[in-house]
């Protein structure tokens, strides 16, 4: 089955202890997303990759890390989560076809709590 | 980054009525989405708009690219309880790499 998998789908976490949600894509996509959602912001970007190797910011990088070793993997890092890192956060892949990066397929979502 | 402005917030509507949600951007997209997130899942895509004055359907969904590419509609026709959930607009625009920038999401209520 196709599908955009991500880990923990729950997570609690302290401030300041680093962590790794991870991201798996099974499509061969060219380009994959994390978003951050939160209530009334809609889903904001954090990172992006349009290939392996190649990563750039979205809208709200700031604490953030990712990297792209493999096609299938992004994990999203955060090396020391704060309170304001509250989200709900997705991964998403796509493959790139003429008209750009669009139709975009989103993972089930990772809920982390940062106290 | 770029605003998105999605309205309306919320509708809560009889079964069978239809609804029409709008987006409009202060800036050009190329592409335009639609997508629906259920509770405790992620976005799926409802129907994606690829030109200017555009209109597409899906099922008893219809959207439209606008003419001025800085904005979007969707309309559903005679819902039923599972059309429940938020929808998001999404557009993109190829100069910015490629970038989805969503609104703010319509949470549609279906009344039995």
């Known amino acids: 089955e196709a599908q955009v998998t991500q880990n923990p789908r729950y997570l609690i976490t302290v401030t300041g202890k680093k962590l790794t949600v991870t991201c798996s894509q099974n499509?061969?996509?060219?380009?994959m997303s994390w978003y951050r959602q939160d209530p009334g912001l809609g889903l904001r970007q954090i990172y992006y990759?349009?290939?392996?190797?190649?990563?750039d910011k979205g809208d709200v990088p700031e604490g953030y890390k990712v990297s792209r070793k493999e096609k299938r993997n992004f994990p999203l890092i955060l090396e020391s989560p704060s309170p304001n890192q509250t989200s709900l956060y997705f991964c998403?892949?796509?493959?790139?076809?003429?008209?750009?990066?669009?139709?975009?397929?989103f993972g089930p979502g990772t809920r982390l709590t940062v106290l | 980054g770029q605003q998105l402005n999605q309205s309306p917030q919320s509708m809560f509507i009889q079964e069978g009525e239809d609804v029409s949600m709008n987006c409009t951007s202060s800036?050009?997209?190329?592409?335009w989405l639609w997508y629906k997130q259920d509770p405790g899942e992620g976005p799926v895509l409802l129907i994606a708009l690829y030109k200017a004055g555009e209109l597409t359907s899906n099922g008893r969904l219809t959207a439209q690219f606008g003419i001025t590419r800085k904005d979007s509609f969707l309309n559903i026709s005679a819902s039923i309880p599972s059309d429940v959930g938020i929808y998001f607009c999404a557009g993109q625009n190829n100069n910015a790499g490629n970038m989805l920038t969503f609104g703010g999401g319509t949470r549609l209520m279906v009344k039995p």
């Open positions: 800036s050009i997209f190329n592409t």
């Open positions: 998403a892949s796509s493959p790139i076809g003429l008209a750009g990066v669009n139709e975009q397929f």
């Open positions: 990759s349009m290939n392996v190797e190649v990563t």
């Open positions: 499509m061969n996509h060219e380009y």
